[in-house]
Structure formats: C-alpha cells, structure tokens
C-alpha cells in the first residue's frame, strides 16, 4: 500500500490526483493533504479520503475549518510549518508536490531530507533548486519522478536505454492560444483571453504561462535536472494537438515518442505507479484513425520573447534562473489582477535579469533571498509605472 501526501490537493493536479487514487483504493493511502485557503473543497476531499493531518496555509482558514470538521478527527496545521508537517509525516512514503510557485522549494527539501519519494508537479522548484534537489535526491536513495506530461513523456522514452546515447530531447510544446499572432496583436490580451488554453484545462499561472510559452522555458530547465542533459540538447518544438508529448532522438537518429490524448491523469498514474503501468479506465483513448493531422513548427522566439529569455537564463545557470521564475510569478499575479498588461510579462523578466548580478551556486538561503528581491524589483516598477 502505497501512502500519500499531496500538497496542493484543491488544484488542477491535486484533483486528478485524487482521480487516480479513487480508482485504486487498494492500492493507495491518502495520509496528508495541503491547500492554501479553498476549504470547502478541501473538506470534501477530507471527508472522502480521511487524511489523519492536513494544512491550510493561510490561517484563517485553518480556524474555520477546524470549526467545520470537528466531528471528524483530523488535525488541520496552518503556515509553512503545516506544509512541511504534512510533507514530512511519518506514516507516508510519497509526496506529490503540486503546489503552485517557488512556496514549494521548502517543502519538497523537508520531504526529501525525510526519505519521501517524490512525485513532482511543481516545476517552479526544480527550476531554482534543482543543484541542490537533485544531489539531496541521490544522497537519501529517494526517486524524484516527472508529473509534468512533456517529463514523463521523456520519461518512458527513456525506460531500458542509457542517457548518455541521447542525442536530444524534443520537447513538444502547443504554442498556447495566441500561436501564430504578433507582438501587436498581443498587447491588448486580457486574462479572460489568455486563460483560454486550447488543449489543456489546467491552473491560472501554468495557464498564463503556457499563454507566454514561458512555461516551456521553465520545462526545458526542468528536464536539464530531470534527465542530466546539456540545454543545448535541448528543442522546444511546437506541435499544435498536444498528441506527442515529447520525444528522445537517439544517437543512431532513432526517436522515441509517447503519445497519448492529453489528460494529465495518465502521467500522474504513471509517476504513482512507476515501474508498473496500470489500466486506466478513465477518459478517452487516442483513435488513431481518427487523427486528421499532427504539425510540427518552430517556436516564434520573437513574439514569444519569455521562451528565449528563460532559455537564456537557463543556459546563464546558477541564480538567474530563480530570477526568471521570481519575476515571471510576480509578473502574471500582477497581469492577473489587471494591472500590467500581457507583453509587460517578458518585459518585466527581461528586466530583473539585467538587473541581477550571478551568483554561480546558490544555496537555499540565497535563492529564497533572490526570490524577495526579485518580487521587490518588480512591485518597485509596478507602483511607479515605468
Ligand atoms: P492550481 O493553481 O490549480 O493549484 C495550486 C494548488 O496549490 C491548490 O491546491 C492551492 O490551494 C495550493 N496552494 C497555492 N499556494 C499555496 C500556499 N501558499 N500554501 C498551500 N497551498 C497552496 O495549480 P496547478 O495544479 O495547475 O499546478 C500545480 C503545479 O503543477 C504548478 O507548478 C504547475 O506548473 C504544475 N503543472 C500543472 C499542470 C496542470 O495540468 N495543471 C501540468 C504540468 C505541471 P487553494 O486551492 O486553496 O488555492
Ligand atoms: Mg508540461
């Protein structure tokens, strides 16, 4: 039997996880359960999968559901310290770290440092902190494996062979709802516009990341640490349907693809249950017949200024790339509550990058450091308006 925690049960990944742990009740244990303030979802959840502990960031909302679940005995923790009880919790083996943003980095340390095996989710973390993830990883025996659809899908291309014959990973990308427009016709975008993805139903940030395909800048940093290639060997390719979720081109040129329809449950299953496959009797399955065409094209680097800004970052290393992340969360919050606009996101990066000066390997302090200054230095431009 397999024991769970999920920090960020109440969103987009959280959910399906919890999908998947319906369809094999047997199978899985739900022990700890994390969100920030969504408590009647998080009650429903409670009451379904009786965790023995869960944590409600924000503290008023730790109260109030106190209130609401007394009949059931379930302690709710608040505050960074209740996130890092439930990912710690002795009576668990597994942490699925879908939480959304840097907040996760703490975390999913703690988990590890516990012996936790991860199943990762939030990439935000792996991109700061991948130097010191991935070697914590090996030093405590735990596996960290990819939720992310484009990482599992490199992933299972990558079951039976050895890395070092990778030639290159291509990493598929949909190009977002705004693919094939221009820089001009983007500035008027507004978030009701931009939270429109084509092929994925998923949370606001990755949604507006995915918008700016800043999201795939943040991937290809994911799978540098995920799978220890160079980023150069590393290509974004856009492919519109989201049908091939990413592929291995082997040095004797063969290529290695998973295809699937896209449905993040499957990935999920497959981190949860990895090495075995399991039958998933949820959702559609890919007709192949029925497939009228897949696509394949460049990123438009241009227009999608925020990919080749985060590629750069990830190729500067050390503490840009906490940097890029820092500034892109600041930035979409604030484009989300209406007060930038779309293009202002790259803008906004591309600014605190310039402003920051290297540090080659930071460690956690300095990277949470980073992160404040970079919210700091974009807020600064925000309120002045400049
Ligand atoms: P959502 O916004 O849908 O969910 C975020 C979850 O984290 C919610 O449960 C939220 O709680 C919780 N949360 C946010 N802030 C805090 C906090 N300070 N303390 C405690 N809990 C918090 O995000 P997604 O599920 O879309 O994404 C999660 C991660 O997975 C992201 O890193 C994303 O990039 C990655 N990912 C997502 C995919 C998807 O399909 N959605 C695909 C691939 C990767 P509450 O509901 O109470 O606000
Ligand atoms: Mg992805």
């Known amino acids: 039997m397999k024991k769970i925690a999920i920090l960020g049960s109440t969103g987009s990944i959280g959910v399906q996880t919890l999908d998947i742990v319906r369809e094999h009740k047997d199978d899985i244990q739900v022990r700890a359960l994390v969100a920030h303030s969504n408590i ?75 012996g936790k095996n991860i199943c990762l989710a939030n990439k935000e973390t792996l991109v700061t902190a991948g130097h010191i993830i991935m070697p914590l990883c090996k030093e405590k025996g735990v596996s960290l494996l990819p939720i992310d659809s484009e990482h599992s899908a490199i992933f299972q291309a990558i079951q039976g062979e ?25 500035q008027a975008i507004t978030p009701k516009d931009a939270l429109k ?35 150069d060997q590393i290509q974004v390719l856009v492919h519109p349907q989201s049908i091939i979720h990413s592929m291995v081109e082997y040095v004797d040129g063969s290529i290695i693809a998973q295809l699937g329809l896209p449905d993040m449950r499957l990935p999920i299953q497959y981190a949860l249950f990895y090495p075995n496959r399991r039958t998933m009797k949820l959702g559609k399955r890919l007709d192949f017949a029925g497939l009228k065409q897949l696509t394949f094209e460049e990123p438009d680097m241009d227009t999608f200024f925020g ?53 080659s390997s930071p460690s956690l302090d300095e990277i949470l450091k980073i992160e404040n200054e970079t919210y700091d230095f974009i807020e600064g431009i925000v309120e002045s308006g400049k």
């Open 197 to 231: 993805h084509p092929n994925w139903s998923m949370g606001a940030k990755i949604t507006i990341d995915s918008a700016t395909m800043i999201n795939k800048a943040l991937e290809v940093m994911e799978a540098v640490w995920l799978f220890d290639l160079p980023i």
């Open 162 to 186: 050895e890395i070092k014959s990778a030639h290159k990973i291509i990493l598929t990308a949909s190009g977002g709802p705004f693919r094939g427009l221009k820089k001009s016709s983007l």
């Open 40 to 114: 009647k979802l998080l009650e429903d959840q409670i009451r379904e999968f009786m965790p023995s502990l869960v944590c409600v960031y924000d503290e008023k909302s730790a109260k109030l559901l106190r209130e609401n679940i007394k009949d059931i005995p379930v302690k709710v923790e608040a505050g960074m310290e209740g996130i890092i009880a439930c990912a710690t919790d002795e009576t668990t083996d597994t942490v699925v770290t879908a939480l959304v943003g840097m907040i996760g980095i703490l975390p999913t340390i703690e988990a590890i440092k516990a």
């Open 307 to 359: 990919l080749k800004l985060g590629i750069s970052a990830g190729k500067l290393g050390g503490s840009m790339p906490t940097v890029f992340n820092a500034a892109n969360e600041w930035a979409v919050a604030r484009f989300l509550d209406g007060r930038i606009g779309f293009m202002d996101i790259p803008d906004l990066i591309n600014k605190a990058m310039d402003n920051h000066r290297l540090i």
